[in-house]
Structures are given as structure tokens and as C-alpha cells.
């Protein structure tokens, strides 16, 4: 299935996984909460390079090999709410978050993205003079027993 247009940011979904721990993603999931407080994320993905290069010919070559992830979002500074506290918490403690990073809602068909556990990395408060304080925050998977996958809404 595909989506018939690229969805606006504002529709894109970080969740969080609210209780148990992460297993393979299974739609829809139950037990997900949503990071609504977040303001602009980005998700991060690209290939390791391996150089490939021989003297077989006169140009670098290069093949991919691991890939790299991470999520950069802001996340509103409101320390009541449950989101802010578990993902600080994941920071403080040096602990993992499960954290799906999708282009849609977890139960809308074709919805699409991330679904790992994650160390958070960052966790600053610029304090800007005229701006209401943020997160910046900055999330990469961390290895836990099941492997980060990108998933597929199928539901």
C-alpha cells in the first residue's frame, strides 16, 4: 500500500510505548502513547560508506553497508506532562525508550517509519530571550533484543 499524497509534517506521529517492553511491530499496537508536545522533528537515516575502490578502474567506488539513524525533535518544555517526563528519564537514567517515528497515525493504513528502542543522546533547553523554552532532543537506537525495524502499517 502507498499513500496517495507525502503527508504535511504537522500529520507525522512520534509514540512511545506507555507499558511492556518492545517485541516485533504489530498492528495496530495498544500500548502506545503519543509524543504529541513534539514541535519539529527530523528522522535521520543514510548508509555507511564502505570504499569499494580497485585499480580496476580510475573512479572512488563505493558501496553502502550499515545504516545510520537517529531522530532530532523539539520537544515543548512542559515538565507535567508524561511524554517529557519518560523521555527524560530515558536520559537522566541512561536507560532505552520505545519510540515509534511515523508519517502517520500507528493505525492509519500505510503509515510508515521506525520502530526501535532509543538512547536519548541530547537533552538541552536553549533559552532564547524572546521564545518559549524547548527540548532539543536527539534520539539514536540503542541494542536491546529486538533490532530497530521500519515498518508498514498493514491495518
Not at 506532562?81 to 541512561?94: E, L, S, V
Not at 508519517?103 to 541530547?122: C, F, N, P, R
Amino acid at each position: 500500500m502507498s499513500k496517495e499524497q507525502a503527508p504535511f509534517g504537522f500529520e507525522c506521529k512520534m509514540y512511545y510505548l506507555t507499558t511492556g517492553t518492545r517485541a516485533a511491530w504489530s498492528d495496530p499496537m495498544s500500548n502506545l502513547g503519543e509524543i504529541d508536545e513534539v514541535r519539529d522533528a527530523k528522522l535521520n537515516c543514510s548508509h555507511v560508506e564502505g570504499d569499494d575502490t580497485d585499480r580496476s578502474t580510475a573512479y572512488v567506488l563505493t558501496d553502502v553497508g550499515l545504516v545510520e539513524a537517529s531522530v532530532d525533535f523539539q520537544l515543548r518544555n512542559d515538565t507535567s506532562q508524561t511524554p517529557y517526563q519518560t523521555i527524560r528519564a530515558a536520559f537522566t537514567g541512561r536507560s532505552t525508550i520505545a519510540i515509534a517515528v511515523l508519517d502517520g497515525a500507528y493505525d492509519e493504513a500505510a503509515s510508515e517509519g521506525i520502530w526501535a528502542d532509543w538512547v536519548v543522546t541530547k537533552f538541552e533547553r536553549p533559552e532564547g530571550l524572546r521564545e518559549k523554552t524547548h527540548i532539543d532532543v536527539t534520539i539514536k537506537p540503542a541494542r536491546t533484543s529486538v533490532a530497530p525495524e521500519w515498518v508498514v502499517v498493514t491495518t
